[in-house]
């Protein structure tokens, strides 16, 4: 199971790329056009090159930030894959490849061929006809060589009986979690131990940084903005400079959906597709436009999504931009004329048609509030950038920071002691209360050397710090007391790991019972849990804690109503007792009907994990010998290029990665995206 759901993680992150890059609307603006052209090497996989021109093409058309690592490495797998199906003379043929073709674009209606549409379509989708060939081909190959490796796999009737067992069968169950983080919590170290523990481990708190104290002058932003008043006729004169693009409220759209009843027939389906796009441009390949009566009469009756299509296609609410969520096939109509339409867009089991309808317009009065908001935070931002301005400058002079603060006080519309803030000592990289870990900051007193020199103004969260060097330390031993907070977490994770076991063990010897497991957790001052109608597969519990793992699913399968894991089971970090108040069975009168697609899923998961495993060891082989290269200086180049083009980004790539992932997994288990909101 564990393994499955690796896949399944691995898979969801490949969909993301497709999805990403079929639904982009178009290459990012700030992308230089010449990156993608490159032809140095990003890597090298035997005979077979990646430029860091397709990791930038790839890039450019993902439309949001994703580790070039993750791409790297997918490329390198594709070329794999590739190699492999050459060395086993499964390389797909120019025949193959025309039938494939020929099977997606050519009209169900009797209709022939038509390589014009074909071209024009093929060029949108990949950048052109040869891309979109060599795609093909190497998909191709890639299902010719998973055939291959995957065709002594089977199921056997009682790998698929205990599969709908594991899926159908619901617990009840009182569970504890037990955390490294929980156990640290519950420990209190005493001054021996914590001093025992410095001494012996004093050389990691050494201070090579200078430390600096730093008192400073904080003027926030919104105190200046709650002075400002506007009147309406400001915000209309305001409104009126507005561009037609910001005065939108939204876009209205049509649709035409296809369900895709098995992935096997998702060619087919995708064929009705493009005929339908044919059907609507009636030949025609540029600057084609459909009115909203012709798309509603072909929505009408062809579109397989009844609670739109009775309505012409029309779908209720406005599209709207939303850059967290650029996988939804509604987004792609924002950067298209009215009455264009869209090609065929596949997302999960459906496939879409859009067009583009018309932009609703933002009265003033619905714009007011907005506008207000924005002129006062801009003003607000303006006034309180001079004013720290004139701080500054004060402070240079007066080198007195309780003064300077008495002094404009009234001006920053604040009270002296809300304006005085000071920090311990610190160097770059400490968390600094009410800052965080702030660069800026970091910058701006990083001039400071001798005591009561005075920094320029500081933006900072919430508004602007005017810096004071109070004091300073040279590099040195810290002192117990300096790095105590240090030493105490130190210490508290250190003794936690030890007893995190000890105490997971402790709870689950002394659970007789499923009922009793309650009263074992509060002994050792731990708060058990429930779960009702839990099944398999799901994670247990919830927060930090919360996971699931192959052991701990086969622990609980083998419990019987009112019984208790004998041993904890580890989950990552984290440890589980785990006791079963009741268990409700599997329906067996559900198996016969549920059997042949829980043969496919598990023949699939299987293949999945052994054509992987294959590829796992190709790559570790071909490693070995040095047969593939990364250059990891000429990427680190690609994404130094893209960063500056691109400007700084609220969050890391892996960060944005990882959001990304959760909606698809989300998405994964709806029938469709989410609709424009109202």
Same mark, same amino acid.
């Given at each position: 199971?564990?393994?499955?759901?690796?896949?399944?993680?691995?898979?969801? /992150?490949?969909?993301?790329?497709?999805?990403?890059?079929?639904?982009?609307?178009?290459?990012?603006?700030?992308?230089?056009?010449?990156?993608?052209?490159?032809?140095?090497?990003?890597?090298?996989?035997?005979?077979?090159?990646?430029?860091?021109?397709?990791?930038?093409?790839?890039?450019?058309? /993902?439309?949001?930030?994703?580790?070039?690592?993750?791409?790297?490495?997918?490329?390198?797998?594709?070329?794999?894959?590739?190699?492999?199906?050459?060395?086993?003379?499964?390389? /797909?043929?120019?025949?193959?490849?025309?039938?494939?073709?020929?099977?997606?674009?050519?009209?169900?209606?009797?209709?022939?061929?038509?390589?014009?549409?074909?071209?024009?379509?093929?060029?949108?989708?990949?950048?052109?006809?040869?891309?979109?060939?060599?795609?093909?081909?190497?998909?191709?190959?890639?299902?010719?060589?998973?055939?291959?490796?995957?065709?002594?796999?089977?199921?056997?009737?009682?790998?698929?009986?205990?599969?709908?067992?594991?899926?159908?069968?619901?617990?009840?169950?009182?569970?504890?979690?037990? $955390?490294?983080?929980? @156990?640290?919590?519950?420990?209190?170290? $005493?001054?021996?131990?914590?001093?025992?523990?410095?001494?012996?481990?004093?050389?990691?708190?050494?201070?090579?940084?200078?430390? +600096?104290?730093?008192?400073?002058?904080?003027?926030?932003?919104?105190?200046? !903005?709650?002075?400002?008043?506007?009147?309406?006729?400001?915000?209309?004169?305001?409104?009126?400079?507005? /561009?037609?693009?910001?005065?939108?409220?939204?876009?209205?759209?049509?649709?035409?959906?296809?369900?895709?009843?098995?992935?096997?027939?998702?060619?087919?389906?995708?064929? +009705?597709?493009?005929?339908?796009?044919?059907?609507?441009?009636?030949?025609?390949?540029?600057?084609?436009? @459909?009115?909203?009566?012709?798309?509603?009469?072909?929505?009408?009756?062809?579109?397989?999504? =009844?609670?739109?299509?009775?309505?012409?296609?029309?779908?209720?609410?406005?599209?709207?931009?939303?850059?967290?969520?650029? $996988?939804?096939?509604?987004?792609?109509?924002?950067?298209?004329?009215?009455?264009?339409?869209?090609?065929?867009?596949?997302?999960?089991?459906?496939?879409?048609?859009?067009?583009?309808?018309?932009?609703?317009?933002?009265?003033?009065?619905?714009?007011?509030?907005?506008?207000?908001?924005?002129?006062?935070?801009?003003?607000?931002?303006?006034?309180?950038?001079?004013?720290?301005?004139?701080?500054?400058?004060?402070?240079?002079?007066?080198?007195?920071?309780?003064?300077?603060?008495?002094?404009?006080?009234?001006?920053?519309?604040?009270?002296?002691?809300?304006?005085?803030?000071?920090?311990?000592?610190?160097?770059?990289?400490?968390?600094?209360?009410?800052?965080?870990?702030?660069?800026?900051?970091?910058?701006?007193?990083?001039?400071?050397?001798?005591?009561?020199?005075?920094?320029?103004?500081?933006?900072?969260?919430?508004?602007?710090?005017?810096?004071?060097?109070?004091?300073?330390?040279?590099?040195?031993?810290?002192?117990?007391?300096?790095?105590?907070?240090?030493?105490?977490?130190?210490?508290?994770?250190?003794?936690?790991?030890?007893?995190?076991?000890?105490?997971?063990?402790?709870?689950?010897?002394?659970?007789?019972?499923?009922?009793?497991?309650?009263?074992?957790?509060?002994?050792?001052?731990?708060?058990?849990?429930?779960?009702?109608?839990?099944?398999?597969?799901?994670?247990?519990?919830?927060?930090?804690?919360?996971?699931?793992?192959?052991?701990?699913?086969?622990?609980?399968?083998?419990?019987?109503?009112?019984?208790?894991?004998?041993?904890?089971?580890?989950?990552?970090?984290?440890?589980?007792?785990? !006791?079963?108040?009741?268990?409700?069975?599997?329906?067996?009168?559900?198996?016969?009907?549920?059997?042949?697609?829980?043969?496919?899923?598990?023949?699939?998961?299987?293949? $999945?994990?052994?054509?992987?495993?294959?590829?796992?060891?190709?790559?570790?082989?071909?490693?070995?010998? !040095?047969?593939?290269?990364?250059?990891?200086?000429?990427?680190?180049?690609?994404?130094?290029?893209?960063?500056?083009?691109?400007? =700084?980004?609220?969050?890391?790539?892996?960060?944005?990665?990882?959001?990304?992932?959760?909606?698809?997994?989300?998405?994964?288990?709806?029938?469709? =995206?989410?609709?424009?909101?109202?």
């Amino acid at each position: 199971m564990e393994r499955t759901r690796n896949f399944l993680l691995i898979l969801f /992150a490949v969909i993301l790329v497709v999805s990403l890059i079929v639904f982009a609307a178009m290459p990012s603006r700030n992308l230089e056009s010449n990156l993608t052209q490159s032809d140095d090497l990003a890597a090298e996989v035997g005979s077979k090159t990646i430029t860091i021109g397709d990791l930038a093409t790839l890039k450019q058309n /993902a439309q949001v930030q994703i580790p070039s690592t993750f791409l790297v490495n997918n490329l390198i797998d594709e070329k794999l894959s590739a190699i492999e199906a050459e060395r086993l003379g499964l390389t /797909a043929s120019d025949a193959e490849v025309a039938a494939k073709i020929r099977e997606g674009f050519t009209p169900t209606d009797g209709r022939a061929f038509d390589q014009g549409q074909y071209e024009a379509a093929a060029a949108r989708q990949a950048g052109s006809v040869a891309a979109y060939e060599e795609s093909l081909r190497n998909r191709i190959s890639r299902q010719k060589l998973i055939a291959y490796v995957t065709s002594g796999v089977t199921v056997s009737e009682e790998e698929i009986l205990d599969k709908f067992k594991e899926q159908n069968t619901k617990f009840d169950l009182t569970y504890v979690p037990i $955390s490294t983080a929980d @156990v640290s919590e519950k420990i209190t170290p $005493s001054d021996d131990e914590l001093k025992d523990y410095f001494e012996k481990n004093k050389k990691q708190y050494y201070i090579s940084s200078p430390q +600096k104290k730093i008192k400073y002058i904080y003027l926030e932003t919104a105190k200046i !903005g709650e002075k400002l008043t506007f009147t309406d006729e400001e915000l209309k004169e305001e409104y009126e400079k507005l /561009a037609d693009d910001k005065k939108i409220a939204g876009v209205k759209v049509q649709e035409i959906v296809l369900r895709i009843p098995k992935p096997e027939e998702e060619s087919q389906v995708m064929a +009705k597709a493009n005929q339908i796009v044919a059907e609507l441009k009636k030949g025609k390949e540029e600057d084609v436009t @459909v009115t909203e009566e012709a798309f509603a009469e072909v929505a009408k009756g062809k579109s397989e999504k =009844p609670s739109t299509a009775q309505n012409g296609g029309r779908v209720s609410g406005l599209v709207r931009a939303n850059p967290n969520n650029t $996988s939804d096939p509604y987004q792609r109509i924002l950067n298209m004329k009215e009455g264009e339409i869209t090609e065929p867009l596949q997302f999960q089991s459906n496939i879409y048609v859009l067009r583009r309808g018309e932009s609703v317009k933002k009265p003033f009065e619905q714009s007011k509030k907005e506008l207000e908001v924005s002129r006062r935070n801009t003003k607000a931002y303006t006034a309180n950038a001079a004013l720290a301005q004139k701080v500054a400058e004060r402070l240079k002079k007066e080198k007195d920071v309780e003064k300077v603060a008495e002094e404009f006080a009234s001006e920053a519309n604040s009270q002296k002691s809300e304006m005085i803030r000071e920090t311990g000592y610190v160097v770059p990289g400490d968390e600094i209360d009410k800052l965080g870990i702030s660069q800026d900051f970091e910058q701006g007193i990083a001039t400071l050397e001798t005591k009561n020199d005075v920094g320029d103004k500081i933006p900072i969260p919430g508004g602007f710090a005017v810096p004071l060097l109070a004091d300073k330390k040279d590099p040195r031993d810290a002192e117990f007391d300096e790095v105590k907070s240090k030493v105490i977490e130190a210490v508290k994770s250190a003794q936690a790991r030890d007893k995190v076991e000890e105490i997971a063990t402790s709870i689950a010897k002394s659970a007789n019972s499923a009922g009793s497991l309650k009263s074992a957790a509060a002994a050792e001052k731990f708060e058990a849990q429930t779960a009702e109608d839990f099944v398999l597969g799901s994670p247990l519990g919830s927060g930090p804690t919360a996971g699931t793992s192959e052991a701990l699913q086969e622990a609980i399968f083998a419990l019987k109503k009112g019984e208790v894991t004998k041993k904890p089971i580890k989950v990552g970090e984290n440890w589980y007792v785990v !006791g079963v108040n009741d268990r409700i069975e599997a329906n067996m009168e559900n198996f016969t009907k549920e059997r042949e697609q829980l043969l496919a899923q598990n023949l699939d998961q299987k293949r $999945s994990r052994v054509f992987l495993d294959y590829i796992a060891a190709v790559r570790q082989k071909m490693e070995g010998s !040095g047969e593939i290269k990364i250059y990891k200086a000429a990427i680190e180049k690609l994404d130094e290029q893209l960063r500056q083009n691109q400007g =700084p980004s609220p969050q890391t790539p892996q960060q944005q990665l990882q959001q990304q992932l959760q909606q698809q997994i989300q998405q994964q288990q709806q029938q469709a =995206p989410p609709p424009p909101s109202n």
